[in-house]
């Protein structure tokens, strides 16, 4: 069976980019591979963090996960730090690239200068855990955001090098992102991406934002004058929301611009809005759920750590022989 690895940043809450640009792709996916989705708990100590807030923020992105519809009998979910041979790997790993590889990375170019009292050999070297975590697995496909596209052709270079050197050990991966929807933008800056992160929080749809919180935050979305709903490149808000609209209501872009031809931004923001709040509905039911039953979260990560970590000590085995570890 065909395996697929993905996992997101346990900060904050999801996004509507990272619903649209991963979670959706996941959840289609997981009938047809074995999928394993992390919560990459370890990623995220590269930024400052309140220790109190980082825990429940993890426990409740396991929620968010589960509320998504992810299904923890089929998928593998898990965190990240549970299974130890990441970090393993990651050593090894990271003595098989090299500096230039991940001076080259705009990521963590991006990063740093967003955090200059910060900059962290971790912030540095976090291409190399992503390439063991998804290494670790023989992982076929990483469904992402096309933000992540240089980090996986990193983790392929790795792999590649790795076995040129050692002999034939990791399954190269190939990366899966959406035809549209794998890169959804700031709602207040359509030419930058939709980003927890954001100091502008108006530019950012959280998935536990309020209803009220989402239709204001859509009608103060940045469009232009042109006033008509059309899909192109001059039309960076528009064309932003009109992915929005598609990927939440299943349907193509020409479809939503026949629906909205000779309407106004108004009437076309209002509906879709709604479309948000709706779909966003049962997500928020389902995570209350979850979240009111820790005994359950507590199950699933356990649960999902012995599956990850069968898996992960198979290709730990074979790497520390390679490399010629007594
Ligand atoms: P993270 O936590 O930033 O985002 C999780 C996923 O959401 C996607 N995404 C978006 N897609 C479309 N539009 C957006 N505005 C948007 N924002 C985020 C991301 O591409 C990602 O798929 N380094 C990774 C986490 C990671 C990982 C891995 C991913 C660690 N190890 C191994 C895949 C495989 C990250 O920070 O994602």
């Known amino acids: 069976e065909k395996v697929i690895f993905s996992g997101a940043q ?13 979670i959706q792709n996941w959840k289609a996916l997981e009938n047809d591979y074995q999928c394993l989705y992390s919560i990459v708990d370890l990623h995220s100590l590269t930024i400052r963090h309140d220790p109190k807030e980082f825990r429940e923020s993890c426990l409740s992105f396991l929620a968010q996960y589960l509320a998504c519809g992810l299904d923890h009998k089929k ?12 970090t393993e790997l990651n050593w090894i790993l990271g003595c098989n690239t090299y500096l230039g590889e991940l001076n080259r990375m705009t990521q963590f170019k991006e990063k740093s200068e967003r955090h200059k009292d910060n900059i962290n050999s971790g912030l540095y070297t976090y291409p190399v855990l992503q390439a063991a975590d998804i290494l670790l697995y023989q992982t ?8 992540q596209r240089q980090h996986i052709e990193l983790a392929r270079d790795i792999a590649i090098r790795f076995n040129n050197a050692y002999g034939k050990t990791f399954q190269l991966p190939d990366i899966y992102v959406g035809k549209v929807g794998a890169r959804i933008m700031s709602l207040q800056e359509p030419e930058n991406k939709m980003s927890k992160s954001d100091e502008n929080v108006n530019g950012t749809i959280f998935l536990l934002d309020s209803n009220d919180v989402i239709v204001k935050k859509m009608k103060r979305a ?5 006033n008509v709903v059309l899909y192109r ?8 929301l009109i992915t929005i609209y598609s990927k939440l209501q299943n349907c193509s872009v020409q479809e939503v611009e026949e629906k909205y031809a000779g309407k106004g931004y108004g009437a076309f923001k209002t509906e879709l809005a709604e479309i948000v709040v709706e779909s966003l509905k049962p997500f928020k039911e389902k995570y209350q759920d979850y ?13 999902g750590a012995e599956r990850a970590a069968e898996i992960a000590e198979k290709t730990m085995q074979e790497v520390r022989e390679k490399v010629g570890l007594v």
């Open 10 to 22: 346990p900060t904050g809450s999801l996004t509507l980019g990272n619903y649209i640009g991963a």
């Open 75 to 86: 998928n593998i979910l898990f965190f990240q730090s549970h299974v130890r041979q990441h």
């Open 140 to 147: 076929n496909l990483v469904p992402v955001g096309e933000d």
């Open 222 to 226: 940045v469009t232009d004058s042109e």
């Open 233 to 240: 490149d001059e039309q960076k808000g528009i064309k932003n």
């Open 291 to 303: 979240m009111t039953n820790p005994d359950y979260i507590i199950g699933v990560y356990k649960n």
